[in-house]
């Protein structure tokens, strides 16, 4: 007869970005019996690291556990974002159920049916909570249809497709069982109560042999290098000598120094744990992802954890522009790479390869978003660095070069379908449905090759102007596209000296296309100050100053006024970047520049370049 931990339940809250998954955990922490009446909750309070913050979006996992009528419920907050996908897949192994958080306007999105599909592989069982009921926009009853449409077209079992739904309006901290906005009440108890009826409690075989997986890595000064995973069988103490399973079939055996287990906010010392606990490990320093601990005399490693292979590639190298060494604190080859190195120690996702060059590295993740936090992350903590322009990762898949696609879903005004269904159709795009949603709004969904995305946003966001929404997701590999597909469709403005920008000589540029440096900004030959209105590079004098005469006339000398220039950000600035040229990445700047910053060598080399063709 199999028995039950009736004690605890173990939850993953999902949804697509911002449908306010980390808002809805912090109103649990708030209404349950979990933090001392004193402790004062700060807004989405699981979004710890400053790039989460700034930006509002959940990078990493990360795990809570409330109190709630005696029982423990562990909560693990995921990430939206399909770039952080890789931590998703990892703790669908850790729970027995799922929080599907849906937006009640904005309904089922790329990134739903992603995070959806990965629960949906893993058998859990699925609660769905119908979020932001007050927006006078809500559309409850239709984004539980495409809820269940979604579940049925994902593959759902007939448990998985009995969902109890929830209304709730977590910023107010209101939820209820009715779909009607006035019938909200001020509690969350109606999504505790469903966790404690719906969500399975973990299976006690805390007296066979233990069995403790990695799902999640951590990393701390003082203990090193943290696993956190689950307890799927027997018990673990501080003190016990175990034997760690190896992702190479290779075995090692160490003492447990320490266990952490979770509640609220904090990471609490234990003990002990056993079958169905969620808790962190110490004492071994390279412990990895997927690996097993188990009782020395009865190793039964658990099957390896899968992980979605990195999909876009970028050379990442030192930084030897003529303004190098100004502005970082860490500048050498041999610091950039240990940085990256610490970056694989849990980032599991990440993959660092040498090239024949000592100063550069081949750096591959799973989007464009991925790889822009990693380089403000380094940035922010005193690094600099150069990247070179994004590129696919292709694959040979039975003898066939593929290359991956992604599935665009794009909410937009009627006026705008016409030039957005163009642009994707350039870019070698597939339109797999068009819904109107109302009031002049139009839902287009493609799939698209990853590379064709690669500098689209900013193109949609001018088309749109600024009224589109663009979501996307990795969905497959498919066989390759044998034709260039997208790319910068105008040129650069290339300084052809070094100095301070002038306002006198960006007057005078700005009719050739937009400039994208302030009066005053330092250049250096070969660095990129503008777009050219055509699509091919020109050499600019920015650094022209006007001649002094003592010849004045009356209305000659007015006051020189420009256009404000647009200064990128960092992930503008990847989209913008040709094939010939990099990104210099500094603490206090962002500068693109051509690989070969001198013009008359840049020109010999594309001639040869032409003649290689």
């Given at each position: ?388 322009r994004p590129e696919v990762i292709e694959r040979e898949i039975d003898g066939i070069k593929s290359e ?98 002038t306002t006198y000589a960006i007057m005078s540029i700005e009719e050739r296309g937009m400039v994208f ?52 950000t960092l992930e503008e600035s990847l989209e913008f970047m040709a094939n010939d040229e990099y990104l ?30």
């Open positions: 007869m199999t028995v039950y931990r009736n004690d605890i339940r173990n939850v993953a809250i999902i949804a697509h970005v911002d449908h306010g998954k980390t808002t809805v955990v912090d109103e649990l922490l708030k209404q349950s019996e979990t933090l001392d009446s004193h402790v004062k909750l700060q807004e989405r309070a699981m979004d710890s690291n400053a790039l989460e913050k700034e930006r509002g979006i959940t990078i990493l996992a990360k795990n809570t556990a409330v109190s709630y009528k005696g029982t423990r419920i562990n909560i693990m907050d995921t990430p939206g974002h399909a770039d952080f996908g890789g931590e998703v897949e990892r703790i669908m192994k850790m729970v027995d159920g799922v929080v599907l958080v849906v937006d009640a306007y904005e309904g089922t999105m790329p990134q739903t049916r992603f995070v959806l599909k990965k629960a949906l592989e893993q058998h859990l069982i699925p609660i769905v909570v119908v979020n932001k009921i007050d927006k006078p926009s809500a559309r409850p009853k239709e984004v539980v249809d495409e809820v269940l449409e979604l579940f049925i077209e994902l593959g759902a079992d007939d448990d998985q497709l009995d969902f109890p739904v929830i209304y709730a309006s977590a910023i107010n901290g209101t939820s209820s069982m009715s779909d009607d906005p006035s019938e909200q009440e001020h509690t969350m108890n109606p999504v505790f109560d469903t966790i404690l009826e719906h969500i399975p409690a973990p299976v006690d075989n805390s007296e066979k042999p233990l069995q403790f997986q990695v799902s999640l890595l951590d990393y701390n000064d003082y203990v090193g290098r943290i696993g956190i995973g689950r307890v799927f069988r027997g018990k673990i103490k501080v003190g016990d000598s175990v034997t760690l399973s190896k992702l190479d079939g290779s075995t090692k055996n160490f003492r447990v120094t320490k266990l952490f287990g979770f509640f609220g906010l904090q990471r609490l010392e234990i003990e002990e744990a056993k079958a169905g606990d969620l808790i962190a490990i110490s004492g071994m320093e390279d412990i990895f992802v997927g690996e097993t601990v188990t009782p020395t005399d009865a190793i039964e490693p658990l099957p390896i954890l899968h992980i979605d292979e990195p999909t876009l590639q970028m050379t990442f190298l030192v930084n030897n522009s003529p303004f190098a060494g100004r502005e970082g604190k860490w500048v050498t080859a041999r610091k950039v790479e240990e940085r990256l190195e610490a970056e694989l120690q849990t980032d599991v996702s990440l993959r660092v390869d040498p090239t024949n060059s000592p100063d550069r590295w081949r750096v591959s993740g799973r989007g464009e978003l991925h790889l822009a936090i990693l380089i403000e992350t380094m940035r922010r903590e005193g690094y600099e660095l150069q990247v070179s991956p696609f992604e599935r665009v879903q794009i909410d937009t005004p009627e006026e705008y379908q016409g030039s957005i269904i163009q642009a994707l159709s350039e870019r070698k795009g597939e339109m797999l449905d068009m819904i109107s949603t109302g009031n002049g709004q139009m839902r287009l969904i493609f799939s698209v090759p990853a590379r064709g995305l690669i500098g689209f946003s900013t193109e949609f966001l001018s088309m749109t102007r600024g009224y589109g929404i663009m979501n996307h997701t990795f969905d497959k590999y498919l066989p390759a596209i044998p034709t260039k597909i997208g790319g910068r469709l105008h040129g650069a403005l290339v300084s052809m000296d070094t100095g301070k920008a440096v302030n009066p005053g900004t330092e250049v250096y030959e070969g660095m990129i100050v503008g777009e050219n209105a055509r699509d091919n590079d020109l050499t600019v004098n920015i650094t022209r100053a006007k001649q002094m005469t003592n010849v004045r006339s009356a209305t000659k000398d007015q006051t020189a006024v420009i256009k404000r220039p647009k200064v990128l210099e990445v500094t603490p206090k700047s962002i500068r693109l520049r051509k690989q070969i910053l001198n013009k008359n060598e840049r020109e010999r080399a594309q001639k040869r370049a032409k003649k290689a063709e």
